[in-house]
């Protein structure tokens, strides 16, 4: 388990597979691409959302995902 702090100044744990998720934000971009993620990832990446790390839009037909963490 991770513990990452959202942009309200709020701790919320994480398990190691979302961790794992957010380190490809560290690792390349500020966004990815759904279709770059595994199916896998995806359904991480949902999740992230509905805990409020991340951001999902959709920009110019494509979903992206933003991190909307501090730390």
Avoid: C, P, W
């Amino acid at each position: 388990m991770k513990i990452v702090e959202l942009t309200q100044g709020i701790q919320l744990a994480i398990d190691n597979e979302e961790a794992d998720l957010l380190g490809k934000f560290d690792q390349k971009e500020i966004r990815l691409n759904k279709f770059d993620l595994t199916e896998r990832e995806q359904i991480l990446a949902n999740q992230l959302v509905n805990k409020g790390v991340l951001v999902r839009k959709n920009n110019e037909g494509k979903i992206q995902y933003f991190k909307h963490i501090d730390s």
